[in-house]
């Protein structure tokens, strides 16, 4: 129904930038969220970032400042640009949308496949 498609992921050495993106396409009605999430190797997933069509963007503690969540009117694509980026933001990074397939529908999620960021030291 909903597919995302991520990209953007890769290798960067400690102080560097990556920019994420996240596509969404399928029989969508409206998006009334984007986000990103990660989950490093033993750790629980986390919300990274989130930009939601009425009321802005949020972030998790840990990356603000360094990353910025961005995307289009529709909110079918959106940017995660990471900026100096430290070992521990090493993960893999998550889309999720929460979208409503026609009118009058509720709201449900999806996620992409992920897309593995490393940052070395």
Do not use: H
């Amino acid at each position: 129904q909903v597919q995302l498609e991520e990209a953007g992921g890769g290798l960067v050495q400690a102080g560097g930038s990556l920019r994420l993106s996240c596509a969404a396409s399928g029989v969508i009605f409206a998006i009334n969220a984007m986000s990103w999430y990660r989950q490093a190797p033993g750790k629980e997933r986390e919300l990274v970032a989130a930009i939601l069509s009425k009321s802005g963007t949020n972030y998790a503690d840990s990356v603000k400042g360094r990353f910025t969540i961005s995307g289009d009117s529709t909110l079918n694509t959106v940017y995660l640009q990471m900026n100096s980026l430290k070992p521990e933001d090493t993960a893999v990074y998550y889309c999720k949308t929460s979208a409503i397939l026609a009118p009058r529908g509720y709201a449900a999620d999806y996620w992409g496949q992920g897309t593995q960021v490393t940052v070395s030291s």
